[in-house]
């Protein structure tokens, strides 16, 4: 089982940056050096987390998987670009990202913001342009939660609470509430607009899938923060130890790195519970709630 | 009928203000900071033209008011985004916007970052919430027309275009390459988008339509290269012979004053001509197209 779901991982990656590949503009068209950027910046890296879940979510409603792919890449392309914003100097300041140079190191600070600008009006493009739900009206449901999940009560939110918590002290409550925003808004999203590609789910099931987003949104972040303490920045491809240096609160330093696990842990078992009344179609995303508090990058 | 223009335009611009002051989140709400900063970088100010654009537009296809407002509104969101970025100091690096500090020098780089990207999730947000045509397909191709406009074939796209030839010298088509990017496509975004909101109209009125949307896109830069050079920092609210002085190349650096007010009344000769399908019909079309030729801010 596990070793089917590392092929099973490693194809459905494959198929996401094969149309990353696709739908990102080519560096043949004009402004060519803003494209170059944009390929530079999403392609050939990744662990493609959020477009995994879209497929595993997808099983669960028996969505075409071609749907689900562009679906994945118009989340895969938010997170891609909140990467760049994120490393820009008045951010992180971080030079690297996935073992290479972060994009304004490798171009510069006008064509980082453009990137980042860019990628997300074309992931939104995407969502518009294919088909990829029975109805447009689900369609146009699938828009407003990418929206939502990105901007100011999303991603971009999370964010700015991070911003302007650096320094300070944050309960656990608040460091939740962040985190909540930052990453686990976008892993809600790629779940739910996953599961949107395929048939209606009811409204009981709807409600898990959703409970079940909260748990590994979490999760994930834990898990990040225990890695950015124990792991080296050759194995994570960007730098390790950011957070301490930078006296950001995290949920190692609020917690300690034993409690943290047992935190990601207590969110794993939550996870499935949630999942109980998917039967085994919930078999992928059981397995990727695993990979997500097991991984070691 | 000039009066009547100017009271059509006043009462328009107020309905997006309205709008604006409801759609954008409240201070009150989590993170206030980024919250206060993205109201303070759209609201009160700006003259407001892609939404006046839009509801000329609304008037060739009968459209609901109610729906052009929410279109105007997110098409006026993009714009505002791309001021708050273009200010940064990698970009344009100004202070001054509409007679105020620009974001990041009232609030500070990392804020002004997440406010655009806040701003342009918001936008897609609102035209995927609202009901804003007669079906969701033609919603979801408002959707894409925006997206494309605001992309990297489109306003970011002329951006980079714009940085890349900062000292170079451009002749008259790629100057026109340019800003048909940079300024020119979410001018045609307001118009098409606030022609979706009403009745289809046949391909033939399409066309013209576009057509009408490149001419006045063209006009609209090129009376802003003469402002540029002639009007005071004191009259426009931003910082005047900024092109100049950063040695882009502009209309009336290649022109001169006299050819380029030349091919500004050409320009509009022109944008008339294709507005003659729509007859009568098109009178607020015409009254915008005087007044993006003749405004002296």
């Known amino acids: 089982m596990r070793n089917d779901f590392k092929s099973w991982a490693k194809a459905h990656q494959s198929l996401i940056e094969t149309s990353l590949v696709t739908l990102l503009p080519t560096k043949e068209l004009l402004p060519e ?10 392609l050939g890296g ?8 879209a497929f595993a979510a997808g099983e669960l409603s028996e969505a075409d998987e071609e749907r689900v792919t562009i679906a994945g890449v118009a989340v895969e392309l938010i997170h891609a670009y909140s990467l760049v914003h994120d490393d820009l100097p008045c951010m992180d300041d971080d030079i690297l990202r996935r073992g290479k140079p972060t994009c304004h190191i490798e171009y510069n600070e006008a064509t980082a913001l453009l990137v980042g600008d860019s990628l997300q009006s074309l ?3 995407l969502l518009a342009e294919y088909h990829l739900a029975d109805t447009p009206k689900i369609q146009l449901n699938m828009i407003k939660l990418l929206a939502q999940a990105a901007g100011s009560r999303g991603m971009a939110g999370g964010q700015a609470f991070d911003l302007e918590s650096v320094g300070k002290t944050l309960n656990l409550p608040e460091l939740e509430f962040m985190h909540i925003h ?6 809600r999203a790629a779940v739910m607009i996953g599961a949107c590609c395929g048939n209606n789910m009811s409204d009981v099931q709807l409600k898990s899938l959703d409970h079940f987003t909260r748990h590994i949104g979490l999760a994930f972040q834990v898990v990040d923060d225990v890695l950015d303490t124990e792991a080296t920045t050759a194995t994570l491809g ?10 950001k609160p995290t949920y190692v330093s609020i917690l300690g790195v034993k ?9 794993r078992l939550d996870a499935y519970q949630e999942l109980e009344i998917f039967g085994e179609k919930a078999a992928r995303l059981r ?8 991984r070691d990058f």
């Open 33 to 42: 050096r803003l494209h170059d950027a944009m390929r530079f910046s999403v």
């Open 46 to 53: 990744g662990k493609r987390i959020r477009p995994l879940l």
């Open 123 to 125: 992931s939104f493009q």
């Open 182 to 187: 930052k990453t686990g808004a976008l892993i």
């Open 238 to 247: 960007k730098t390790a130890g950011k957070d301490a240096d930078n006296n």
């Open 259 to 267: 409690k943290a696990h047992e935190l990601a842990e207590q969110l």
């Open 287 to 294: 397995q990727l709630t695993d990979y997500i508090i097991q």
